[in-house]
Structures are given as structure tokens and as C-alpha cells.
């Protein structure tokens, strides 16, 4: 397993030192720039004043899927949502190596030492409330544990602990639902058969998922097939999939905190098509997890809760964080 050493870690502090404050991009409030790991350019949208909140988004989507979210948070919280490397405005690095979970995780860090050093940090933003979902869930898990004195409470959606999961891998309830982590290994295809219809990908995603699309409308569908366009491809964010077969949850030279001492929620939706229901069972997290720990499970939901049940989970979150 590779591991990223303290000197890269360094680095990257001398690197988020010399950020620029950020560029505002077109019309987009309160859009700007940061350099992540390796100084991989990455967008990312700032909204609202107050303590520094963090949304990370999952596959296939970019930062817009916490809109409904950063409407609901930004009158109390200071918002950050990145586009990931590889998605929508950020930079698509080529080569697998670049989207192993260990640069996602500093890429991360990146973003919250800004946060930290930027004209409007505040003595709370020491530490920030960290929110993913998917792919964005498994790397705000990572961060907490690798990072745990940079996030001060910790909210996942759709993502189990990764030990967990770990556990769980030849469940084979879970490797059925994991079919598309395998067809994702394939080189090239999955890429092409995503590219060739993009619009029948994102339908047959999200409104196959929730079982209706009244979450995701014509104008949320057309959203995700614009911004895979501006990426130029789903190559990257494919790379996510495969590292982690290839290499699994990529290490650094200092253990992960186990178990996490960070104030802890987890919600996931009973239709998740994508995890079995053992991997987010609260007795599961429990010797994992030695702070306050809550999960929740939505009724109906599917794995797109922020956008399928955007009132339900904004309630959720702010109980918690209060």
C-alpha cells in the first residue's frame, strides 16, 4: 500500500500558503481556485459567514449537488463545495496515480488550511464541520481519521466507515451491489459507454434509483451532462474506482485515528441499491467510533438523498450540528 509521507504533507503546506485568496468565475457567487496535492487546480464555491461547513459531493456529480444544502446552511455557516479533481471546473490530471484516496484526502486538507489562513477565518475554523456523500463520504471518513484535529464534527451520507466496508467486502450481498465497481475496472469501455449517451446515464442513474423523477428533472439531468461535458470525460472520477481495488484506502506515514474520537452522524437511505444494509448498522460503527455517534436511516431513500430528500436531510444535519 503507498504511502504519503510527512515531507508531502509539508509541501502541501507551503503550497496552500501560497494560494491565491481565489478568481471569481463568470457570474457564479462567491466561485474561486485553490491549488489541491501536486498543485491540481481545483474550483470551488464559498457561501454565506459563519463557522467553516465543507460538502464534499460524491460520483458522478460536482459541487451543485448540495445546492438545495448550501441555500438551507449558508445563513448560518460559512459554505465551501468543491468540484473533486476530475470533475466539472477542477482540473483531470491524466493518469490513475493522480485519484488515488490518499491525495483526495490532502486535497482536502488543502481546502481547510485556506480556510483557516484566509481573511475571514475565525478562531473556530481551527477545526471544520466536515459533510460528504458517496465518494465524497468515503474521503471526509478518511480526512477525519488520517486528519481528525481538522475536522471538529463529521457527517456522512451514503458511505460506510471504511473499515466497515472493509469488513463487509466478500458479503456477497455486498459484492452484488458493487457490480458497478467492477464493470469499472474495464479500461476504456466504461468510458466510452458513458460518453456515447450521457443524458440516458445520469436518467437511468438518478431516477432509476429513487423510482421517480421528481427529484431529478429535465434541467437537474441536463445540469450533470453539462458539466461531465466541461470535464471532457468521466476518466477521472473513474480512476476513483479503480484505485481503490487496485490499492485500497491508501495509507500515510502515521496510523489512522481508531477508533475516531469526532462527534459522528451517518445517514443512509433503506432503498440504497449500492450498500448493504450491514455496512451502516450502528452496532457496526460502534468499535469504531468512540465520540458521540448517531445513524439514521431515511425511509425510501435511495443513494442521492441530498437532492431525493433535500428537507429531510438538511433537518437531520442541523439537529446534529446544533
Known amino acids: 500500500m503507498p504511502v504519503l509521507d510527512g515531507q508531502l504533507i509539508k509541501k502541501m503546506d507551503r503550497i496552500v500558503e ?9 457570474e457564479e457567487k462567491g466561485s474561486f481556485y485553490f491549488d489541491g496535492q501536486g498543485g491540481v487546480r481545483l474550483h470551488c464555491i464559498e457561501r454565506g459567514d459563519g463557522p467553516a461547513m465543507v460538502l464534499l459531493h460524491g460520483f458522478p456529480q460536482f459541487w451543485w449537488s448540495w445546492r438545495h444544502q448550501i441555500a438551507h446552511f449558508e445563513s448560518r455557516y460559512r459554505v465551501f463545495a468543491p468540484d473533486l479533481r476530475g470533475y466539472n471546473l477542477s482540473d483531470h ?12 484526502v490532502l486535497d482536502v486538507v488543502a481546502l481547510i488550511r485556506r480556510i483557516q489562513r484566509g481573511p475571514k477565518s475565525r478562531k473556530e475554523d481551527s477545526s471544520v464541520l466536515l459533510i460528504g456523500q458517496d465518494w465524497g463520504g468515503a474521503i471526509a471518513w478518511l ?8 475536522v471538529r464534527k463529521l457527517v456522512v451520507l451514503s458511505f460506510p466507515h471504511p473499515l466497515v466496508a472493509q469488513k463487509h467486502w466478500q458479503n456477497p450481498l455486498q459484492r452484488i451491489r458493487s457490480a458497478p465497481l ?14 456515447v ?26 445540469a450533470y451532462v453539462d458539466a461531465q461535458k466541461r470535464a471532457g470525460s468521466l476518466t477521472g472520477p473513474l480512476h476513483y474506482f479503480r484505485n481503490f481495488v487496485s490499492r485500497g484506502w491508501v495509507g500515510f506515514d502515521h496510523p489512522p485515528q481508531d477508533p475516531l474520537h469526532i462527534p459522528t452522524l451517518l445517514i443512509w437511505g433503506d432503498k440504497d441499491r449500492y450498500f448493504h444494509s450491514e455496512t451502516m448498522q450502528e452496532h457496526g460503527l460502534s468499535e469504531h467510533i468512540s465520540a458521540n455517534f448517531r445513524v439514521e436511516t431515511i425511509a425510501a431513500g ?21
Not at 501560497?18 to 463568470?26: A, E, K, R
Not at 490530471?93 to 483526495?104: D, F, S, V
Not at 467492477?182 to 460518453?195: M, S
Open 18 to 26: 501560497n494560494t491565491s485568496i481565489g478568481v471569481v468565475l463568470g
Open 93 to 104: 490530471p491524466k493518469g490513475w496515480e493522480y485519484y488515488e484516496a490518499g491525495r483526495l
Open 143 to 150: 480526512t477525519a481519521m488520517y486528519f481528525p484535529e481538522l
Open 182 to 195: 467492477f464493470f469499472f475496472q474495464i479500461p476504456a469501455i466504461p468510458e466510452f459507454a458513458l460518453n
Open 197 to 222: 449517451a450521457p443524458h440516458l446515464f445520469y436518467s437511468h442513474l438518478f431516477r432509476g434509483d429513487t423510482g421517480h423523477g421528481e427529484a431529478f428533472p429535465e434541467d437537474v439531468i441536463q
Open 302 to 322: 435511495s443513494h442521492w438523498l441530498p437532492e431525493q430528500f433535500p428537507d429531510r436531510v438538511n433537518q437531520l444535519i442541523g439537529d446534529f450540528l446544533d
